[in-house]
Nanobody, 117 residues
Framework: QVQLVESGGGSVQAGGSLRLTCSAS????????MGWFRQAPGTEREFVSS????????YYEDSVNGRFTISRDNAKNTVYLQMNSLKPEDTGVYYC??????????WGQGTQVTVSS
């Protein structure tokens, strides 16, 4: 089973950028669909973006479409989330998620993103 570690979170002002990284262990990373989710205080975890196992298909939540870019490097067992034009409403804990071909889901521990106005 894959293990996930997120990094790259921090505090930025509105309009700024951050790049989140999710590093995965395991030899079968390239077979996993990967995604990013976020959770603001007092709210449920919500979908942000996902990418297919081969990187050919990407999906975005409407509010981040055009500002965020998901990508992966299967040789490095890593998935990225480039976040530009950040807004205060992007604040939250960002979680990496892996889904294997058998629909087993694994979550990372999360990384905090804080955007101030």
């Amino acid at each position: 089973q894959v293990q996930l570690v997120e990094s790259g979170g921090g505090s930025v002002q509105a309009g700024g950028s951050l790049r989140l990284t999710c590093s995965a262990s395991g030899r079968t990373f390239s077979s996993y669909a990967m995604g990013w989710f976020r959770q603001a205080p007092g709210t449920e975890r919500e979908f942000v973006s996902s990418i297919s196992w081969d990187g050919n298909r990407t999906y975005y939540e409407d509010s981040v479409n055009g500002r965020f870019t998901i990508s992966r490097d299967n040789a490095k067992n890593t998935v990225y989330l480039q976040m530009n034009s950040l807004k205060p409403e992007d604040t939250g804990v960002y979680y990496c998620r892996a889904d294997d071909p058998y629909r087993t889901t694994t979550w990372g521990q999360g990384t905090q993103v804080t955007v101030s106005s």
